[in-house]
């Protein structure tokens, strides 16, 4: 099992910063395309950013300037950088990622996801 443990969210008013972190762990021979999605109360899940393992990003139109993606892969961890927060930015942040298990199978997984709120 591989597992993902997302830390960084909370509070912050609107213009602000946070920094996003996620940790893959467990069973883990190469990891591939990590990933942030956020689901909005009321709305399905949708893509934010995501980052290949040579290091090309893809953002959602909505974050473009404002948020970047990155990864340290000697530490299985993708991080998200978060400026120029927006009241719409709200919402829980789920990290994504997969790869390869030592066995040779493969792996998908999520993490369980953490809260950021942009408010005054």
């Known amino acids: 099992q591989v597992q993902l443990v997302e830390s960084g969210g909370g509070l912050v008013q609107p213009g602000g910063s946070l920094r996003l972190s996620c940790a893959a762990s467990?069973?883990?021979?190469?990891?591939?395309?990590m990933g942030w999605y956020c689901q909005a109360p009321g709305k399905q899940r949708e893509l934010v950013a995501t980052?290949?393992?040579?290091?090309?990003?893809t953002y959602a139109d909505s974050v473009k300037g404002r948020f970047t993606i990155s990864r340290d892969n000697a530490k299985n961890t993708v991080y998200l950088q978060m400026n120029s927060l927006k009241p719409e930015d709200t919402a829980v942040y789920y990290c994504?990622?997969?790869?390869?298990?030592?066995?040779?199978?493969?792996?998908?997984?999520w993490g369980k996801g953490i809260m950021v709120t942009v408010s005054s």
């Open positions: 994504n990622t997969n790869g390869l298990t030592p066995g040779g199978g493969t792996f998908r997984s």
């Open positions: 467990g069973d883990i021979f190469s990891v591939n395309t």
């Open positions: 980052i290949t393992g040579g290091g090309t990003t």
